[in-house]
């Protein structure tokens, strides 16, 4: 071959010089769990489905949620959201509004009539299902994707649970409800109202079901011992809510207390207030802090001229007048008397001390255990009966609608895998994607959008909803505030900052991998990763 | 001011290389699957090098801007010595190694030689290392920018000597601890000199576009070498590139120490024209000097065994002086 003088080789491509055998640790693409994922108790992913809703596909974005919560426009208004409490956006600026990007997905899906299809072939198989609370139609639901037939049976007129007797309408206009129960209901769920489970045993020996799944909530209220002159002035806040739902207009009077510091505490204020009492005043045993209700429901109250007396405990009632002892904390925030009394004057009193489920259909089903007022499960959602299931508000948990949703898709699982003879087996955690994890630098400063709230003068004589919707905009903003915690959300930065040029891109919706034959392990993609998506690993030798 | 356009509110705006979310007229060369690669695979640089990482950046900006007509003069320096052992080269266009000193002037000739053959389409990049361009190419350079020469002139700026051992260079900033600055004595590292500011000087020759940038904000630098190219006559850019063995800092750590010294004030990000800022970066969220030398090695003896208050409060003095002067603080950042 011909060369120029003092040539002797060919130019050749630094390419055959294999710079991955410098490296001694190497970097690997993970899904981390975001912290809001970890938090839903419905087990939902938000992370994935915020991820769609931020490109506008939208109905890609329902679909991700309804494959964890057939309930989304639901969910999106009633659920306390503790997904934004654990949202790491919270250490940049706010948390992401997820609540209310899931209430507008959930309404864009009723106003399109978008519907779940039901693939899986009928397996042939029939459970019953106690109760079409939250729970209930939740594992119904999920029963029927997976090819069950699921038969709901309900004591009450209509389905829904708490969720039509325990939130009001200001917070969750019916016509939200009634579509999203409908939509169910048109899947294949077989609801029938006005049927009683009065002994289950009874039920299970005259009709065979496969399985069972008890969903009766907590319905009873818990009643203080007060010594009354006229106990027609005492009612209690679910009934309360009940019978408004039903049609009857309960006579409160001018002046109305309410007693307890739940959310249904402030459910009943609130609703008191829009049926025309003048003066509603909260009497709670122990401090604003120590309230278990939400604050927002708290201020909410207060916005609405809701008034609150705190460290009181009602004594007696006598002619409309209350007897109130004052209370003190002792150092472990215990309310103690104090033995100082004041009177108040009262048209009314409504109870919102809690709630007990009514047990008493249970009382032949053998080795089912009951502790504590609640039913005792497994971590598979079975009862000491074979074959029976139960959730919600009669197992031991924290009593939301949203762990009753996720309790109805467990159970769903494993009544899924109990009908086939196998064991249902989760699949394993991702490690968390903390804070600490992402590289907050790369993301815009992007203050969170406010849902509009109704004027006050409407609130406290209405029940129109308080707080609007998003629209289109407002809901593709707030979602591309979404951090993409420990998911990668293809922004191209390990592409870019390698200065080996050791990743590939794969296009749109592939993500990368990386060429270790050239990456010499410097770790640049791991620190300039926004969202945490890549780690570190020790080279194997 | 002037600059790339900042996408708001798109979850990372225009802070990240790319983004899905991005319209694709938006989008960064470097976030393109097809770029260019101009420096590729298989070179020697160290781990988390800087320089590579920059070359590249320019490189594959000006050969987009250009439709790949670039031809390249290179200084001597890790840049050339990483990426050209005999007889393999990473680089992807035709590129030429002068010496040391020279690069500047062998630009011109191949300046001249393109417009001799008609080549005008074909645009010439000169580029080194610091000691290369603000010590001895100085000359060269400063010729060059005089005559008004139709070249783009890139100075990756490590801040000294690397490629024969971390030896002081005329951009090796105060206090910095070289192979030539020794940590010792009464007031180890590097003397607190003034230094040469060589894009202020390139300012004075009056030539069309005066740049500086970072291997911190990708999109700043793209957009300067694109405007570079998109002018004729002399052109400088002078782009900050943190250097983990010189420096003593985390591989891994390279842009972010790239970053802090923008965010601190010690390294001015900014434009002019025909003589004249007529942009600058400003801060985003200010960090006192201390973060971003703390990072360093070289800057060890200012905290141990003892802070050595007086120079560290020099350092961001210094800083300071920057910014007032360049008017660094954005809105909404606090002072
Ligand atoms: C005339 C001459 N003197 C000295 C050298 C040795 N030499 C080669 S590279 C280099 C330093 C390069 O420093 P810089 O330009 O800052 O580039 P870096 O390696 O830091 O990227 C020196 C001194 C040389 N090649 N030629
Ligand atoms: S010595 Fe510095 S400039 Fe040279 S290759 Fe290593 S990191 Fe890059
Ligand atoms: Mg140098």
Known sequence: MNKPFAITLDVGSSLANKTGSWRTERPVYVDRLPPCNHACPAGENIQQWLYHAEEGNYEAAWREIMRNNPLPAVMGRACYHPCEGACNRAQLDRPVGIHAIERFLGDEAIRCGWKMPVEAPSSGKNVLVVGAGPSGLSCGYHLTLMGHQATIYEAGPMAGGMMRFGIPKYRLPRD???????????????????TKVADLAETMRTHPFDAVFLAVGAHLAKRAYLPAGDASRILDAIGLLHNLETGEKPLLGRRVLVYGGGNTAMDAARTAKRLGAEETIVVYRRTRERMPAHDFEVQEAMEEGIMFKWLSTIKAESGGTFTVEKMRLDDKGK????????????????????????????????????????????PDMMTGCRGVFAGGDMVPAERTITVAVGHGKKAARNIDAYLRGATYAPPPKHELAAFDKLNPWYYADASPTVQPILDRARRESTFEEVVSGLDESNALFEARRCLSCGNCFECDNCYGVCPDNAVIKLGRGNRFEFNYDYCKGCGLCVQECPCGAIRMEPEQI | MSGPAQVKFYQTGTFTIGNRLLDVSVRSVQADENRSNSLTSGHRACQGCGEALGARYALDTAMRATGNRIVVANATGCLEVFSTPYPESSWQMPWLHSLFGNAPAVATGMAAAMKVKGRTDVRVIAQGGDGGTVDIGFGCLSGMFERNDDVLYICYDNEAYMNTGVQRSSATPPAARTATTPAVGGEPGNVMHQGKNVPLIAMAHGIPYVATATVADLRDLEYKVDRAMGIHGARYLHVHVPCPLGWGSAPHDTVKVARLA???????????????????RTIRRRVATDEYLKLQSRFRHLFSPKRDEERLAAIQAIADRNIARFGLLGEGVPA
Do not use: H
């Open chain 1, 176 to 194: 939200i409800l009634d579509a999203e129960i409908r939509r169910i209901e048109e899947m294949g769920v077989a609801i029938r109202l006005d």
């Open chain 1, 335 to 378: 309310p103690q008397p104090t033995g100082a009394f004041e009177t108040m004057e009262a048209d009314s009193l409504i109870l919102a001390l809690g709630q007990d489920v009514d047990l008493s259909f249970l009382t032949r089903v053998e080795g089912l255990e009951i502790e504590d007022g609640v039913v005792k499960v497994g």
């Open chain 2, 262 to 280: 923008v965010e601190c004030g010690l390294f001015p990000v900014f434009e002019a024209v025909d003589g004249e800022v007529v942009g600058r």
